[in-house]
């Protein structure tokens, strides 16, 4: 069972950076999709990022030059830069992982092809 834990959230004003981290201890990311999952109040969990087993990305269109999705193998952590933050920004934002999820999955970011997840880690931006 893997398990990850998020941190690296907290409270920025708009046009901060913050980055998040994803740690798996004890296991290597090296075989997984991997991605970010912002949930803001009262919506969906939505795919903005994934990074793929080989370490290609795709982003959703909304956040293409904002957020950066990146791992270290070798520290079992997952990484995403957010540039530029927004208030639309503010939302828990979750980590999770699938193993041998295609790389066409993976790009899309559907949250329910992905089977493990974190416990999340919180990012408000105030104007």
């Known amino acids: 069972q893997v398990q990850l834990v998020e941190s690296g959230g907290g409270s920025v004003q708009a046009g901060g950076s913050l980055r998040l981290f994803c740690a798996a201890p004890g296991y290597t990311y090296s075989s997984y999709c991997m991605g970010w999952f912002p949930q803001a109040p009262g919506k969906e969990r939505e795919g903005v990022v994934a990074i793929y087993s080989d370490g290609s990305t795709s982003s959703a269109d909304s956040v293409k030059g904002r957020f950066t999705i990146s791992k270290d193998n070798a520290k079992n952590t997952l990484y995403l830069q957010i540039r530029n933050l927004k208030p639309e920004d503010t939302a828990m934002y979750y980590c999770?992982?699938?193993?041998?999820?295609?790389?066409?999955?993976?790009?899309?970011?559907?949250?329910?092809?992905?089977?493990?997840w974190g416990q999340g880690t919180q990012v408000t931006v105030s104007s």
């Open positions: 999770a992982a699938e193993e041998g999820l295609g790389h066409t999955y993976c790009s899309v970011g559907r949250p329910a092809d992905f089977g493990y």
